[in-house]
């Protein structure tokens, strides 16, 4: 079965800081990750995704996301904060070469950059 | 069209009614997943379409929920006699491929229940 794991509801970073967002994963076989942003009365927005190869991938608005096979860890990541992050952020995985298999969210972290 | 439209965007219910939500995907598009999300949670998966075969629908959360897309394009969410819990706002989304494609999200039906 698959799952995905969001441990921390809430992130608080001052703007202009580094900014982690953790996710770890569980799916049989190698998966598909993916990261999505939501503003308020919005739609999900895809950030970056993983499928194979680099480990560190680059995605919208200068987000990047680090895959750590040994820990099944994808976070999120973005060497400076601005206030306009904040906002709900989600980790999605699906299993690698399923075609029937559905794509998964964790539970969301709140991002709140403080300028 | 541009992006999946989704609609009506609000739709507020008697319990006990029946309602129908609509989803029209990205042109193309093989696969169309639908999921609930209660305020400030993540998606939950209800069913998955790829072209006009669902082939997993084991998120929806009782029979009174039924989705379809017969032609492979565009797809209901019917919810029948509908409950105070069912109060959510209702995502789809499409993705042009079976695997690596990411998916793309409709804004959402926020469906309340009075």
């Known amino acids: 079965a698959q799952s995905v794991a969001q441990p921390e509801d809430q992130v608080n970073v001052a703007e202009g800081n580094p900014l982690t967002v953790k996710c770890t994963y569980s799916?049989?076989?190698?998966?598909?990750l993916f990261w999505y942003v939501q503003y308020p009365n919005r739609g999900l927005q895809f950030l970056l995704k993983?499928?194979?190869?680099?480990?560190l991938v680059k995605g919208s608005y200068g987000f990047e996301a680090e895959f750590n096979k040994s820990q099944t860890s994808f976070h999120l990541k973005k060497p400076s904060a601005l206030v306009s992050d904040s906002a709900l952020y989600f980790c999605?995985?699906?299993?690698?070469?399923?075609?029937?298999?559905?794509?998964?969210f964790g539970s969301g972290t709140r991002l709140s950059i403080r300028p | 069209g541009a992006g999946v439209s989704q609609s009506p965007r609000y739709k507020v219910a008697k319990r006990g009614q029946d309602v129908a939500l609509r989803c029209d995907p990205i042109?193309?598009?093989?696969?169309l997943f639908w999921y609930q999300q209660a305020l400030g949670q993540g998606p939950e998966f209800l069913t998955y379409?790829?072209?006009?075969?669902?082939?997993?629908k084991s998120g929806l959360p009782s029979d009174r929920f039924f989705a379809e897309r017969p032609e492979g394009s565009v797809s209901t969410l019917k919810i029948q006699r509908t409950q105070q819990e069912d109060s959510a706002v209702y995502l789809c989304?499409?993705?042009?491929?079976?695997?690596?494609?990411?998916?793309?999200f409709g804004q959402g039906t926020r469906l309340t229940v009075v």
């Open positions: 989304a499409s993705t042009l491929g079976k695997g690596a494609t990411e998916a793309f």
């Open positions: 799916v049989s076989g190698n998966p598909y």
């Open positions: 993983y499928i194979t190869g680099d480990n």
């Open positions: 999605a995985v699906r299993a690698l070469y399923s075609s029937a298999s559905k794509i998964i």
């Open positions: 042109s193309g598009h093989v696969s």
């Open positions: 379409f790829q072209n006009e075969a669902q082939l997993d």
